[in-house]
């Protein structure tokens, strides 16, 4: 099974906005574009997506979709994934039982859940970064680490 963790693009700062409702910048929408056209020769052939609930993940997924041809309507939007905490983010991806997982989220949740059960420390997954990892099942994720098996990064594609 494998278990695809995407950060949500760049934010913007420039409006005052509560958290949950900032956008996508300039830079956020450019760096997906990258991401998202590289991501492409890794997608496991079916694959479920689910995404925090905010603005700026919103807009994030649905360029993933627009350049991965994947409906819109087929992604799952959770407020509980609008978490910055890695055991939240655990406990929902356990509750989730599709083969290939999506989630697309933040940190520090993101990269203290894959320093936690990925095979080597990544000290931060940025902005639109992409961490693939390998599990033998949803079950296994408390007993053993899973093998990292690719990432993706925006400064990596510049």
């Given at each position: ?13 420039k ?83 599709e083969e ?59």
């Open positions: 099974m494998l278990l695809i963790l995407i950060r949500h693009a760049k934010s913007s700062w409006h005052d906005l509560i958290d949950h409702e900032r956008p996508l910048s300039l830079r956020g929408l450019n760096d997906s574009q990258l991401v998202f056209n590289e991501i492409r020769k890794f997608l496991p052939s079916s694959y479920k997506v689910y995404s925090s609930s905010s603005k700026r993940t919103t807009q994030t997924v649905k360029i993933f979709s627009i350049l991965n041809n994947l409906q819109f309507d087929n992604i799952v939007f959770k407020k509980e994934l609008y978490t910055f905490n890695s055991l939240e983010l655990e406990k929902c991806i356990k509750k989730y039982k290939n997982l999506i989630i697309f989220g933040h940190n520090n949740a993101i990269t203290d859940f894959v320093n936690k059960f990925g095979n080597y420390y990544i000290e931060n997954v940025p902005t639109c970064g992409v961490v693939i990892i390998k599990f033998e099942d949803l079950n296994t994720i408390s007993s053993q680490k899973g093998v990292i098996i690719k990432t993706i990064f925006p400064r990596d594609l510049k």
